[in-house]
């Protein structure tokens, strides 16, 4: 794996060319700026990239700006980052994860745990490049039948605050408890999303996604909010400031939104997409395991929602046949 790590302070970039030579198996080329590293990303000769290494706090160009625009990079719009940094503060974690980054590690860092955090990227430079395969094979290949699981959780490409469920993950596993005072997690599900699933190709299915994710992301575009597709149709959000949301009120406005906006699948047939929301979950006090399990029962809520809603229209219909 090939690893572009950027700090203008060259005592780290020393050490982490010592500590990627002991994990071995790892290529690593250098930047001491965030200039520097984008007149490097566009030579035709550097090659490719398999994860980036950012340090936040640089002059000129920070690295939150240098995640922003390796993200604008079609090239580079999923590759791993990882935000090495000396600040606990969350203001800039939170802005590092909103700019796209996967994982952060804090400075001073041991061997142990910069070994674990590139073990993972690894894994999900092999998991992008198929999961990248299905997405866009719908496009190359005559076999329309060809879908990704639905399961999945795909990463969203060019949609403000979404980030993805790898990263969210990472994010919500490393807050400590005084970061999380105020924070509430929640969860939207697009109803009957195993029939969209079923009758899509995998590229119209990454499609309905992507824009039901925009919606999502204009609707709260006034609070402070990281979201992800976390797979079975279902988006987990995390929210700041003490807002607790209404999530009726919300449901309605992102449905309404989705009322007024015109989706198509690939035979021109306009799309309905509707979501249910589930319950809010504060994280206050929370720590460890307890935060991921609130995250789960945020999106477990949700589609429990969207089962409830689909039963009570058969439900309503079957009745209406009967009388």
């Known amino acids: ?65 240098l995640a922003q625009h390796i993200r604008n990079s079609s090239r580079h719009a999923d590759t791993p980052i990882l935000m090495l940094t000396a600040m606990s503060d969350k203001r800039y974690i939170d802005a590092a994860f909103a700019a796209g980054a996967t994982d952060y590690v804090t400075k001073p860092f041991e061997i142990a745990e910069l070994k674990a955090r590139i ?47 790898t990263a969210m993950e990472n994010y919500v596993a490393q807050l400590s408890r005084s970061a999380l005072f105020g924070s509430t997690a929640f969860a939207f599900t697009i109803r009957e999303v195993d029939a969209f699933h079923a009758t899509m190709t995998s590229f119209e299915f990454y499609s309905l996604v992507s824009d039901v994710a925009e919606i999502l992301s204009d609707t709260l575009v006034d609070h402070q909010v990281l979201m992800s597709y976390a797979g079975n149709g279902t988006f987990v959000c995390i929210t700041e400031s003490g807002w607790r949301p209404n999530m009726g009120g919300l449901m309605d406005a992102v449905n309404f939104e989705l009322s007024q906006t015109e989706l198509f699948d690939n035979n021109g047939e306009r799309v309905h997409p509707r979501v249910s929301s589930g319950e809010a979950v504060r994280l206050i006090w929370k720590s460890g395991n307890s935060v991921m399990d609130a995250l789960g029962q945020a999106h477990a809520s949700a589609e429990a929602a969207s089962v409830a809603h689909t039963k009570s229209l058969n439900d309503f219909w079957q009745n209406d046949q009967q009388a």
């Open 1 to 65: 794996m090939r690893i572009l790590a950027v700090d203008d302070d060259p005592i780290i970039l020393e050490l982490l060319g010592q500590f990627v030579e002991i994990i071995g198996a790892h290529e690593l080329t250098t930047a001491p700026s965030a200039l520097h590293a984008i007149d490097m990303l566009g030579d035709p000769n550097l090659g490719p990239i398999d994860c980036f290494m950012l340090d936040i706090q640089m002059p000129g160009m920070d690295g939150i700006e």
């Open 119 to 165: 073990g993972l990227v690894e894994g999900m430079v092999k998991d992008r490049q198929q999961r990248t395969k299905k997405i866009f094979a719908a496009k190359t290949i005559a076999d329309q039948a060809t879908h990704m699981e639905l399961f999945e959780p795909i990463p969203i490409y060019d949609v403000d605050n979404v980030i993805d469920y």
